[in-house]
């Protein structure tokens, strides 16, 4: 018999109310009220990944020592109005914001800044681009500079230093017991950053469509985004090493996953998927993670854990958080295929995807133009893409085209947003950054692989002081 402090058995309808399209969240998770003519509003947020390294040699700024990570979130949670300080264990993790967002640690050192959610691109510039500044000056105080991107370029993978995460270490594990097929994890966890934007749903129906789409979408976004070309200052041969990475960080959770191109996809089809999976790491009793069953969730609905527990409700929203895939889905969709850009093209990604996923008409074109793409081609585009950018092809196609033919519609569907109000007119320019690379034909990471070729000795510090956050 259950103990009386064991949380109930967990029901089919509790793993979908997880889901906004079941549960009607906001951005955030946090429910939120309608909007205009009786309809739900959609909101938009962002989580910003940085490199805190060194201005001068790029070198990657280590967790302790006074002038290290550790004391950046003293320093925030000390003079921060209202900010509160997130431990694990005994560690100091992050930082929760009076204004709702927050700002973390992953695990090789990269500093997060998670938004609240707002109504639109624009605010959420705004507000994420102020944040991001205040975090950047504290740092400066300390000595070291924030430089977002799509890697720590010039980390080699021995020469990182792990936060200390009660989950790091376990993670670790679980991609070493993989074999080849997890032999990307600890690059990713350590030396990869991204920017990774929240769309809301508002319906199981607009779940399905939203994912389906975004989920094709996603590919050939990745070829306007590359930007991780390095490995220790150096070229890898890549033009992301953090793309070509993550093919080897557990396929099964990560990257494209079939059921969610489905024409068929809905809530259900994603529980099932994900009942299929194992948990990784769960809660332990002294707060920190601990190591859990090599078991799918859905298998552990029913023997329990080994000590006797039983998975409730907080289990199954880590076990969805432990889940890399392009889109991965929660409270929100959150769209992850794509390297960090610069700092100058920083809201790039929250304007395409919103642009794409806002606007009906939009999301529909880019539905159809991308219709019938195997989950194989995908994949086989993706690995492509990590080599060449917009020279790859995607089922036959230039990317290239695919991708400025996906940016023609973003710009259409902010546009019309701008037009009911929906969006501010400033949020246009944010996708000028990308009609650069397409009229160009060079991509963030080959610009920076000819800055190093004009002076290699140079380039960290050159690097650092043109893409920092001011």
Not at 99 to 117: R, W
Request: proline fraction near 9%; charge should be neutral; charged fraction near 20%.
């Amino acid at each position: 018999m259950a103990s009386p402090s064991a949380p109930p058995p967990l029901t089919r309808a509790a793993l979908r109310g997880v889901f906004a399209g079941a549960a009607g969240a906001g951005a955030s998770g946090a429910s939120v009220v309608g909007a205009g003519a009786g309809g739900p509003r959609e909101l938009v947020g962002v989580e910003v990944e940085t490199a805190a390294v060194d201005p001068v040699t790029g070198a990657a700024v280590p967790y302790g020592g006074p002038r290290g990570l550790r004391a950046l979130l003293e320093l925030l949670a000390a003079e921060w109005p209202g900010a509160a300080p997130l431990s694990d264990r005994a560690a100091l993790t992050g930082v929760r914001l009076a204004g709702g967002g927050t700002v973390t640690l992953e695990h090789g050192g990269a500093v997060e800044y998670s938004s609240p959610p707002r109504s639109c691109v624009a605010e959420l510039a705004r507000v994420t681009d102020t944040a991001l500044r205040e975090v950047a000056a504290a740092a400066r105080r300390l000595g070291f500079a924030l430089v977002p991107g799509g890697q720590y370029p010039f980390t080699a993978p021995h020469e990182v230093s792990w936060v200390p995460h009660s989950r790091t270490p376990v993670m670790r594990r679980h991609f070493e017991s993989l074999g080849p097929a997890g032999s990307g994890g600890p690059w990713v966890m350590s030396l990869a950053l991204s920017t990774q934007v929240s769309l809301d749903v508002t319906s199981p129906d607009d779940l399905a469509d939203k994912l389906r789409t975004l989920a094709a979408v996603s590919t050939p976004a990745a070829a306007l985004f590359v930007n991780a070309p390095l490995e220790g200052g150096r070229p890898c041969g890549l033009l992301s090493r953090r793309m070509d990475s993550l093919r080897r960080t557990d396929p099964a959770r990560t990257g494209v996953i079939p059921a969610m191109l489905r024409q068929d996809v809905d809530v259900e089809k994603v529980v099932d998927w994900a009942l299929t999976l194992p948990m990784i790491h769960r809660a332990a009793p002294d707060g920190g993670r601990c190591p859990a069953p090599a078991a799918g969730f859905g298998t552990l609905l029913t023997t329990g854990f080994p000590d006797g527990g039983r998975p409730g409700l907080a289990d199954w929203r880590s076990h969805l958080s432990q889940i890399f895939s392009d889109v991965r889905v929660r409270e929100t969709l959150e769209l992850r295929a794509v390297d960090g850009p610069p700092y100058r093209a920083l809201f790039a990604a929250p304007a395409f995807f919103s642009g794409l996923g806002y606007h009906p008409p939009a999301r529909e074109a880019a539905r159809e133009m991308l219709h019938g793409i195997s989950p194989r081609e995908h994949r086989a585009a993706l690995e492509e893409i990590a080599r060449r950018g917009l020279g790859a092809r995607l089922a036959g196609r230039p990317v290239r085209e695919v991708a400025a033919e996906l940016l023609r519609l973003s710009r259409a569907g902010l546009r019309a947003r701008v037009a009911t109000g929906a969006e501010r007119p400033e949020a246009l320019a944010f996708l000028d950054p990308l009609d650069e690379v397409l009229d160009e034909g060079v991509t963030f990471a080959e610009r920076m692989l000819a800055e190093r070729a004009r002076d290699p000795a140079g380039f960290p510090a050159r690097h650092v002081a043109r893409h920092r956050v001011p």
